[in-house]
């Protein structure tokens, strides 16, 4: 089955809506309720869709106990992982102001791009943390390195950079912060004292969500035997990859892990799912709910 968010998620979706119907079918006075939170709000700033229904539960005073996001958790074949857990996600935008001028006088000018050079290599060799039982260490990445006007014969006035955390629970957002403020006024400081230019420089940042995890209990429990069940793989637990609207629901309190199809093609043209594998994932989610609620 082709088609953009064949796999991410939207096979998944039509999974647990016919997997829950089957479920209702055998066992319709389940043990507790059942609700989907579907949203278009998904990628990107994610401001307007799980965020707000969370905060409508919260002021009505509901509880979520268990929540199954459909992400594409798996590898290499339907039921090889279950996500239970992500790493944080904090964005950071630095924007170094030097004096722009003609390539030829270089002595009225003060080039943010020498400024950048040392700073970058202090950020890539820093040991962030060395991980944190589930979780890998934490990461740091560079998306983004813009300087210049496209004029050969300028030198820039300005440099940006875009650069993103994939953090652990061993580490805060406030540590990554502060180390980072460090290591920026480290590097100009330096650059001061060796060439006597001084750099001004804004940092702003962003936090896309916390790390979260759970442990193993009921609701992996019931995850580990259903997909066993159908598919006889002993399903790996893991907290890779990037972040999900898991952020949002974990910080209720309640138990929270992703299983879906492979995720080889996501983000991809030409998208797709197996409709097997659509197929045994529904009987996946049926398998779930009746261990929880049946």
């Known amino acids: ?26 066992c319709p006075r389940p043990r507790g309720s059942i609700a989907f939170l579907i949203t278009s709000d998904e990628e990107g700033a994610a401001v ?7 905060e409508r539960l919260e002021a009505r ?35 170094l102001r030097g004096v722009q001028g003609h390539v030829a006088y270089p002595h009225r000018a003060q080039n943010p791009i020498y400024a950048i050079g040392p700073l970058l290599g202090a950020l890539v060799d820093e040991v962030w943390d060395r991980g944190h039982d589930f979780f890998p260490p934490t990461s ?3 998306s983004n390195l813009n300087a210049g006007t496209g004029a050969d014969n300028v030198i820039p006035g300005q440099l940006e950079m875009l650069f993103n955390f994939r953090f652990s629970p061993a580490v805060t957002v406030e540590q990554l912060q502060e180390r980072t403020r460090l290591l920026i006024e480290t590097a100009l400081l330096n650059q001061e004292v060796k060439t006597g230019q001084v750099f001004q420089y804004d940092l702003e940042w962003r936090l896309s969500g916390p790390p979260f995890f759970t442990a193993p209990g009921d609701l992996v ?17 893991s907290t890779g990859g990037g972040t999900s609207d898991g952020r949002f629901i974990a910080p209720t309190g309640a138990q929270v892990i992703e299983f879906g199809p492979l995720n080889a093609t996501i983000h991809k043209i030409d998208e797709c799912v197996s409709v097997g594998d659509l197929e045994r994932l ?13």
């Open 282 to 294: 529904s009987r996946v989610y049926q398998g779930i709910l009746t261990r929880l609620l049946g």
């Open 140 to 142: 740091f990445q560079i």
């Open 61 to 95: 005073g509901e509880k979520l106990r268990w929540c199954l996001v459909g992400e594409p958790s798996c590898a290499q074949r339907l039921g090889d992982t279950i996500k239970n857990g992500r790493r944080g996600s904090l964005n950071g935008r630095l924007l």
């Open 1 to 26: 089955l082709y088609g953009r968010g064949a796999a991410d998620m939207k096979g998944s979706l039509a999974a647990m809506v016919t997997g829950c119907e089957r479920f209702l079918d055998a």
């Open 48 to 54: 307007d869709g799980t965020v707000k229904v969370v």
């Open 221 to 237: 429990d019931a995850a580990l035997a259903a997909i066993q069940a159908e598919t006889g793989l002993d399903a790996e637990l």
